[in-house]
Structures are given as structure tokens and as C-alpha cells.
């Protein structure tokens, strides 16, 4: 399979897949409309989903198939835990601070500080607070509704796979998943309740990983080149790791949407 069979066909698994093109329950949330049990019950499953990304993450460097990868996937990592991103070429200069309103969105991890503050889960627990949450509510396992789980361990599974070309096509995937406009649609429907209900609400952690999407959907393109030319690279795995990892992605997002058509919710 050539890069140009390969994009063809990418286009038919990524692009046109019902949770890229057509996310219920975003575009419902996206009106504002979401009560304060449904905003702090997307935030729980959103935490559990991003806490345990973490350990799926790491799972994705220890598999490395390259010191590329390895290093790009702990870009992300140690991100992740609280390392700020600095522009590269000035190193060692002191961060503006470490909350996601001040901190970088582009740079390298590399000589820069860890702050424990700059945690991506701190800000979560951060912007729970005024909905009443607190660090125990937040993150943890048991707190994972069926589905939220289910996309938590297909993150491990595929994302985190030890074959580099399945692991590869989930990562495509899910960038292709994350670029696509969810976060915009969470930020239009937080904001509407910030305004109605909740004005202490601080948006930084949804306004902060918006911004890096919008930079990596500028750079993906030349992604699928490098594929491909990973020793051994087999690309009926590379689009069955993207399309059972968006499987995972939609079954997250279905089960928020039946939460809010049944009524239930974390807390
Ligand atoms: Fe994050």
C-alpha cells in the first residue's frame, strides 16, 4: 500500500467517521443548555478520560518503535505531569507562571521546569472547584462510567499498542478526533453556563488544549509519510488501530449522550 492508497482510504475511516462529523452529544452540549449535574458530570468523565490518558500515554513511549516517537510521546507525557513547554532556543528562562492561561502551547519539555501546579489534571481539579468538586471527585477509576472506561482501556490497547503500526494509526486518529472542533463545542456550551450559572468558572484547561489542536491540525499533514516508513510498516493495521480507537472515542461521547437522555449523572 503506497501513501496514496493509504490517505484515500484514511479519508474514508478518519474523516467521514460519525464521531469526527457528527457528535451528538458536543453539538447538543455546544448550546449551553447542560445543566450544573450534567456540566460536573461531563467534567468527572472527562477527568477519568484525561487522568487515565496518562498511563496510556506512558504505555505509548515505553512501546516506542523509534527515539522519534519515544521522544514526541514524552513531549506529551511530561506535559502532561507538569513540565511546561518552552520555546525552543531559550532555555533555562524562567515560565510566566503555570496556570493554562500563562503557560506555552508550542516547545519542548526539554530544560524546561516541572511545577506541580502546571499538572493537566491540577487545572482540571482547579476548574472544578467552583462547581463543587474536589480533588477527590476528580480522575480516579471508579469514577468511570461503563463507557468512559471501555475508551480508557482502548486507549491502552491501541493507543498504547506494542505493533507501531496499529499504534500509530490509533495516534492518527485520535489527533484527527481531537483537531475536528470538540473543544469548541465544550467551550461554547461552558461558557453559556459560566455566564448563566457559574461565574467563577475558569475555562484555561479547555481554552488551553483548543489552542494546541488547532497548531497540530496545522502540522499532521506530513504525519502519514512518516508512517509509513516505519521498518515493517503494515497499513491494514495502521487503519483497523484508527478505527477501532475512534470506535473507543465514540463509545465516550455515546455514553455522555445517553447519560443526558436518561437523566443520570456522576453525582
Ligand atoms: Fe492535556
Known amino acids: 500500500m503506497d501513501v496514496m492508497d493509504l490517505r484515500s482510504a484514511v479519508d474514508e475511516v478518519v474523516f467521514h467517521h460519525p464521531v469526527v462529523v457528527d457528535n451528538a452529544y458536543t453539538k447538543w452540549f455546544s448550546k449551553g443548555e447542560a445543566t450544573g449535574d450534567e456540566v460536573r458530570h461531563l467534567t468527572v468523565q472527562f477527568s477519568v478520560f484525561s487522568h487515565l490518558f496518562v498511563e496510556a500515554q506512558l504505555r505509548k513511549v515505553i512501546n516506542a518503535a523509534d527515539l522519534d516517537t519515544y521522544r514526541a510521546g514524552k513531549e506529551i507525557l511530561m506535559n502532561e505531569l507538569g513540565v511546561v513547554f518552552r520555546p525552543v532556543g531559550r532555555a533555562g528562562q524562567a515560565q510566566p507562571g503555570v496556570d493554562p492561561e500563562l503557560v506555552s502551547t508550542e516547545g519542548t519539555v526539554e530544560a524546561s521546569r516541572f511545577r506541580f501546579a502546571a499538572a493537566h489534571f491540577e487545572w482540571l481539579v482547579r476548574f472544578g472547584a467552583p462547581l463543587g468538586l474536589g480533588f477527590a471527585d476528580l480522575g480516579k477509576r471508579h469514577q468511570g462510567s461503563e463507557s468512559t ?52 468558572l475558569n475555562l484555561a484547561f479547555w481554552t488551553w488544549h483548543d489552542k494546541v489542536e488547532d497548531q497540530h491540525a496545522a502540522h499532521t499533514a506530513d504525519e502519514l509519510e512518516e508512517a509509513v516508513q516505519l521498518p515493517g510498516f503494515d497499513g491494514g493495521k495502521f487503519l483497523a488501530g484508527a478505527a477501532d480507537m475512534l470506535q473507543g472515542v465514540k463509545a465516550f461521547w455515546d455514553g455522555l449522550w445517553d447519560d443526558h437522555l436518561h437523566g443520570r449523572t456522576s453525582i
Do not use: N, Q
Open 149 to 200: 472506561l471501555f475508551f480508557c482501556d482502548e486507549l491502552l490497547r491501541i493507543y498504547g499498542s506494542e505493533d507501531a503500526s496499529t499504534a500509530e494509526g490509533a495516534s492518527y486518529a485520535v489527533e484527527h478526533w481531537a483537531a475536528a472542533g470538540f473543544w469548541k463545542e465544550l467551550i461554547g456550551g461552558l461558557t453559556a453556563f459560566k455566564e448563566r450559572a457559574c461565574p467563577d
